[in-house]
């Protein structure tokens, strides 16, 4: 019984702890004010993943920038991943950080930026 206890431990705390293949992330930059699509916005992710690596902290990364098209859409993907931080820069706007948490291999992730005072 305490051996299947320490599987059940041991699967559920790895199980937590893994890398989702196939990642797309998309999503739309706006103006916070107007709603309007800010065209011509930098998206740049960086993509961390566990890998291999025997303590489950992140192994490696990978970085991608991309630009909004004319109705300020953006579509990037990756291999695999588990975290990702995004930084958003438009001219005339401040400059947005965010990160979050790869659940699945489909993600949309929308972005109100603020006008510059």
């Not at 893994?18 to 916005?41: L, M, Y």
């Not at 740049?44 to 109705?71: A, L, R």
């Not at 400059?95 to 291999?105: D, F, N, Q």
Request: one cysteine or more; hydrophobic letters at 35%.
């Amino acid at each position: 019984m305490k051996n299947i206890l320490i599987v059940l431990l041991f699967l559920a705390f790895t199980s937590c702890q893994k890398d989702i293949a196939d990642i797309v992330i998309t999503g739309i930059v706006t103006d916070a004010k107007t709603s309007n699509p800010i065209e011509g916005a930098e998206i740049t992710i960086v993509c961390w993943f566990y890998g291999n690596s025997p303590d489950q902290s992140y192994s490696d990364e990978q970085t991608k920038s991309i630009k909004t098209d004319s109705k300020g859409k953006y579509q990037i993907d990756f291999d695999k991943g588990a975290f990702i931080e995004i930084k958003i820069t438009a001219l005339g706007y401040n400059e947005k950080l965010e990160t979050k948490y790869i659940s699945g291999s489909k993600n949309s992730i929308s972005i109100n930026l603020e006008q510059k005072n």
